[in-house]
Every structure is written in structure tokens, then in C-alpha cells.
């Protein structure tokens, strides 16, 4: 089972406006956005300053969600991997304002390619509680979502992604979820082949023996940077195994 079931889906017209780095500002629609990361500062705080804006549509949630994500900013649950520290910060797409409490949400596959409460999908055993690597976390008052997780493994017939969707208007729940509210956004997250490749050679992710679809043969990106989700990626450290900083400002349709 792959995660291309949903790519033929109609889509609906509502449209998510992505910017590079950690900043948002003057809204440039169809503005030309990079096609490989560049260097950014993890910890910048959001503003309205010098980023391009450029709008696009949104992507198939995929056969692996499920409801009732738990709201942390570790999604981890000790599942082996290279570190990656989500940066993600959702703004207004008419006015590039930054929007606090809105719950950004997070699932994506282990090393192996399997998604928790659907372990066996992708060939391998393994324990699986329904809960590893999904989670998300409300807004800080810059709009900000920082989520720690590792870096996607891959199956077969789609490249390394993370899925991602934003929430307004939720009630947190007594066991750890969230309840109600408007979902503004669906979409993927996606990284640049040249980390990618460093990354597959380190386990477990290079146990790893379902060949890898790389970004140009996937069937949901569609080459388009960050206006298609792709993510700017900053070394937390001198080596590939240190892991990653993973940034995008996406924008949502507030009616």
C-alpha cells in the first residue's frame, strides 16, 4: 500500500501560500521560490520582513491519517533516527500576519517507511501504539509550531515526505488531543534530494532496502520548491547523523 491512492483525488480550490526561511512579509504572488535549501537561523523569530510569498495549491492527505493526534512538540516516542527539529509558522494569506493558536499537525513514517497504526503496510514487524510520529502543537504568539521528530524513511512509490495540516479554533482535550475547530490547510513537506542521500546512508535508515523515490520521480511533488512544500534544511551540527532544522512559513485562507 503506497501513499498515491489520494494523488488522483480531486483536490479542493482552497489555495496555501508557502514562503522560504523563517519570515513572512509583502505577499508577491507567483514570485519565483528556490529549488534547493538554503542557510537559515532556527530560531529566528517571525516577522513581517524581506521574504517572497508565493502561493499554491494544497496536497492529498494520503491512506495513513488518523484522528485524535496527541498536542507535543516531541512526536518521537524513541523510534530510532536522525534528529529533525520542525520550524513552521502559519500566516494569514492575504496578509502574510502571522496566526497564533492554530495547531499544526504532523504524521510521517519511520525509518523503514511504516506508519504508526498501520505497521505491516510497508513489509516490516514491528511494535506499533497508533500514536508514533504524529503529534502537533498550537502556535506561538509569532505564528510558530516547533515540533521535534527524525527524518522520514520512505516506501515504496513516494519520495521522503512529511504530511502536515492546520487547525484554527480547537479545544484541547483531558487525554492529551484536541477537539473541533476548522482545518485550514492539507499538505506535504518535503526535503532535498542531496540530504536525503546522506541521510540513507546511515542506519537504520540504510536497512532500509525498498528502493528510494527520489523527488523528481514522486507523483504528488511537482517540482515547484517551496511553493510545493519543500522545506529549507540547516545542519544542527558538523555531520549528517547531528540531524537537521527543517523551516517553511505556510499560509492559510482565514474566511
Known amino acids: 500500500m503506497t501513499d498515491t491512492s489520494g494523488a488522483t483525488n480531486p483536490i479542493g480550490r482552497r489555495t496555501v501560500l508557502i514562503a522560504t526561511g523563517t519570515t513572512a512579509a509583502v505577499l508577491a504572488v507567483g514570485a519565483a521560490a528556490p529549488e534547493a535549501p538554503t542557510a537559515a537561523t532556527p530560531d529566528a523569530t517571525p516577522a513581517a520582513a524581506a521574504a517572497v510569498c508565493t502561493l499554491t495549491k494544497e496536497m492529498t492527505e494520503g491512506p495513513y491519517y488518523l484522528d485524535g493526534a496527541l498536542v507535543r512538540a516531541d512526536v518521537t516516542e524513541g523510534k530510532a533516527g536522525i534528529p529533525l527539529k520542525l520550524a513552521l509558522t502559519v500566516v494569514n494569506d492575504s496578509t502574510c500576519a502571522v496566526i497564533p493558536n492554530a495547531l499544526v499537525e504532523i504524521w510521517h513514517c519511520d525509518a523503514l517507511g511504516e506508519y504508526s497504526g498501520y505497521v505491516g503496510n510497508n513489509g516490516h514487524s514491528e511494535p506499533d501504539d497508533g500514536t508514533f510520529l504524529r503529534g502537533g502543537v498550537l502556535t506561538n504568539s509569532a505564528g510558530l509550531a516547533n515540533i521535534t521528530t527524525i527524518y522520514p524513511g520512505w516506501y515504496r512509490g513516494r519520495c521522503v515526505h512529511i504530511h502536515v495540516k492546520v487547525h484554527t479554533g480547537v479545544t484541547l482535550t483531558s487525554d492529551g488531543s484536541f477537539t473541533g475547530g476548522s482545518e485550514l490547510h492539507t499538505g506535504q513537506l518535503f526535503i532535498d534530494e542531496t540530504i536525503t542521500t546522506a541521510v540513507a546512508k546511515i542506519s537504520p535508515y540504510s536497512t532500509n532496502t525498498v528502493t528510494r523515490t527520489t523527488l523528481a520521480q ?32 505556510l499560509g492559510v485562507q482565514q474566511s
Do not use: P
Not at 222 to 245: E, K, Q, R
Open 218 to 249: 514522486d507523483s504528488i511533488y511537482d517540482d515547484g520548491g517551496a511553493a510545493s512544500g519543500l522545506m529549507t534544511l540547516t545542519a544542527l551540527g558538523s555531520s549528517t547523523s547531528s540531524g537537521y532544522t527543517g523551516t517553511l512559513t
